[in-house]
């Protein structure tokens, strides 16, 4: 049995569990999470300047292309590192 097919039923019953987490979580809830992560870091990136960070954050995701360029970017980062894909290739 060569690498590829060890790391496939290896792996395999992992993405099997992921994948049925993932249909149960919304694609609001998945915004909603989105939404607090970023504004937490930017928070604190940002924690000294003075900026209207909520009508920033709230523009940004009232564009759909945002959300699902959010949404299609996570799935390609949890296919990349269950199948072992650089990002770059």
């Known amino acids: 049995m060569n690498k590829q097919t060890e790391d496939y039923i290896s792996l ?5 569990r992921f994948r049925e987490a993932a249909k ?5 809830e998945l915004r909603e999470i989105v939404k607090d992560g970023l504004r937490s870091k930017v928070r604190e990136e940002l924690d000294c300047i003075n900026l ?8 940004w995701f009232e564009d759909e292309n945002n959300v699902e360029w959010i949404i299609n970017t ?10 072992g894909r650089s990002r770059w290739c």
């Open 74 to 83: 996570l799935k390609e980062s949890i296919e990349n590192r269950l199948y």
């Open 24 to 28: 149960s979580i919304s694609n609001e």
């Open 52 to 59: 209207p960070l909520e009508e920033i954050t709230e523009a």
């Open 12 to 16: 395999k019953p992992i993405a099997d």
